[in-house]
Nanobody, 119 residues
Framework: QVQLVESGGGLVQPGGSLRLSCKASGTNYLVYEMSWHRQAPGKQRELIASISRSGSTNYTESLKGRFAISRDLAADTVYLQMNSLKPEDTAVYYC?????????????WGQGTQVTVSS
């Protein structure tokens, strides 16, 4: 079984920055694409960005420029650098991994980390 654990959320003022981390752990697995998503109250979960093992990235166009995804393959960790944060960025942020575990393809979600942007 593979677990994803996010960290780095919290309360930040508008215009501030946060860096989220998400680490995968488990046995007998290989992580392929990793991604960040968010879900604001009353809204659907939305994709922010994804990154492949080779480092290729894709972003939701409206967030490109303020958010940056990166990855440490050796540490099985994905990061999300968030700059110029706005109140509308307030949401629970989740990471997701496409992976093979025990020889079977699948996916895993983290438990989520709250990001609140408020003065």
């Amino acid at each position: 079984q593979v677990q994803l654990v996010e960290s780095g959320g919290g309360l930040v003022q508008p215009g501030g920055s946060l860096r989220l981390s998400c680490k995968a752990s488990g046995t007998n697995y290989l992580v392929y694409e990793m991604s960040w998503h968010r879900q604001a109250p009353g809204k659907q979960r939305e994709l922010i960005a994804s990154i492949s093992r080779s480092g290729s990235t894709n972003y939701t166009e409206s967030l490109k420029g303020r958010f940056a995804i990166s990855r440490d393959l050796a540490a099985d960790t994905v990061y999300l650098q968030m700059n110029s944060l706005k109140p509308e960025d307030t949401a629970v942020y989740y990471c997701h991994a496409d992976l093979i575990a025990g020889g079977r393809p699948g996916g895993a979600w983290g438990q989520g980390t709250q990001v609140t942007v408020s003065s």
